[in-house]
């Protein structure tokens, strides 16, 4: 499963690096990549676990960087 | 400038007046103590966000988070007595912050408006009213109305209306491109002058607009080497900053007796420029506004990984028909033999070939000096592989190969046999009367493409194509080819393109591209380090195969995109030795005594501001020849 997602608020392309290196280590991601320019990170992961997983990515976005809105 | 960024103006612009404040008032004054609070009352307003962040990343463990560190380093300078300084550092780290949030955001729109080729709605007629609805609701085989001034929003065949269709959002391709019924309307395009309806051929989801709105939003996720190298510096620059400060604060005084004050001094220098934020910002800036000129020239990149591959390339391997000729044959030569002329040639075989659906038999008849007359044609045959027979005007026409007319007794003159091009020989009842030349023609801009290629610095450049010897060298000589090879099979095209490589990867860092139409040579795209695909506008199969995709059918697309490409990564290295030289100078000085907190809070300012308008650079970067 692969998803993209908009990362409102997003401005900082330090945070951005930081963000991706944390996605890739949640359980059940296969492959983070966030970009701050297009404010878009992408998501591939486990199929059985997806909403799981999108539910502990939009958790760690939160704790992170609470200006910024997954959507 | 959004909303959040011009209350952070205002609020950063408050906190310099407090900061300018805080010089007019006398040092006398209460010992000193009432500037130290008007200064600290600037620091609190323009640092506050980043006291409360660096609370919050240490409270979970992240100890080299930047406003933590920044927070230290101006918490620091106040420790040390110096108040000015530390509401120096803590408001000019904010206004660095600030411009950097502000020019992204600019670039953004900017890259954003270029490729603003979305539709916004649909004219659907249905049950005989126009109806404005979103694109994706339109269901395929439905009649849309596009009126002038509008976008085509899903891609159709023109029903009625003609018009001219601006492409160049799409292609680069200036000139408007006339339109009438049965022709296809990429969406995208802009309908320029007259009423047009058209009839969905696809889904908005699955039409050229769509897909290549997708692969922009995709491009940035291929990151190219350059951005990786990036990550794991700025991975590993932090950390070692932040050790070597601790070092260097501590090991002085414990170890040299060296005076605490001077050396944590010296530490709070290395924190201030602790950040990597000018190179991590810079460099992805300069990839994006490359992307994002190619585009605006009808190159599309998928992603940054591309465009640095495409900026070595030394070796670009065509492919021969649709690539670098049209395609399409013509009819360039015709020879009579003695007793015949070039009239009654060129009619009776237009005739004899006019039922045939051979690419050669179609430029015959397209040369026919008279339209053709069917019923003077009789007893048509088809030989495959060989051409056609047939009784035109009560004569026996024949046309076709030398393996034709042996076939039936009639020996060609050997001249007739080396012709450039293909070769179409005629006989008249049982005497061989002559023969036709007919050429796939290069396009316009193809010598301008190959000219372009080495002027680019690529070494060599290659043909490969299925056609026979004649037909290869007549188009590589005229193009000035370093390279050609014919009669290949699709299995012959891998196995040169193999040796290509090899030979290509002799060179470090060198690449080869391989350009095609996209639809008959997926392998050898695939193969290539770089597949450029063209003519790509309504062909999915070309879109997905390759790494590159020319929208429109101009291979001299191709030098221009390495010239951008070129361009971009010079950019992006000035940056990366631009900002590590000056963060390098100032860990030097800052160890040696010689760099005050406001110099490096300057230099450090200074170079992401200095880099990201170099990075802008990118999206003006001009393909043409020098």
Redesign the interface.
Known sequence: MKQ?FRLK?L????CA?KLE?ALAKLEGVEHA?V??????M?LEGDDARWDEVIASAKALVH?MEPDVVMA | MSRKQRLELIRILIGLAVFAAGWCVPDTLCSGWAARGVFAVAYVIAGWDVLWASLRNILRGEVFDENFLMAVASVGAMALGDFAEGAAVMLFYQVGEWFQAYAVGRTRGSIAALMDIRPDFANVLRGGQTLRVDPEEVQVGETILVRPGERVPLDGTILKGESTLDTAALTGESLPRPVLPGDPAPSGCINLSGLLEIRADKHYGDSTVARILQLVEEAAERKARTEAFITRFARVYTPFVCIAALLLALTPPLLFGGAWGDWVYRALTFLVISCPCALVISVPLSFFGGIGAASRRGVLLKGSNALETLAHVRTVVFDKTGTLTRGAFAVTQVLPAPGFDRTTLLTLAAHAESASTHPLAKAIVAAAPSPIDPAAVANLREHAGRGVSADVHGRTILAGNAALLRANAIEPPADALTLPGSTILIAIDGTYAGAIVAQDQPKEDAKAAIDGLHHAGVRKTVMLTGDNEPAARAVAETLGLDAWHAKLLPADKVTHLERLLNETHATPKARLAFVGDGINDAPVLARADLGVAMGALGSDAAIEAADVVLMDDRPSKLAAAIRISRGTLTIAWQNIIFAIGVKAAILILGALGLANLWLAVFADVGVAFLAILNALRALAISPKEP
Do not use: I
């Open positions: 993209s608020g401005d900082c392309a330090n690096a290196r990549s970009n701050f320019l297009t404010q878009r992408s704790k």
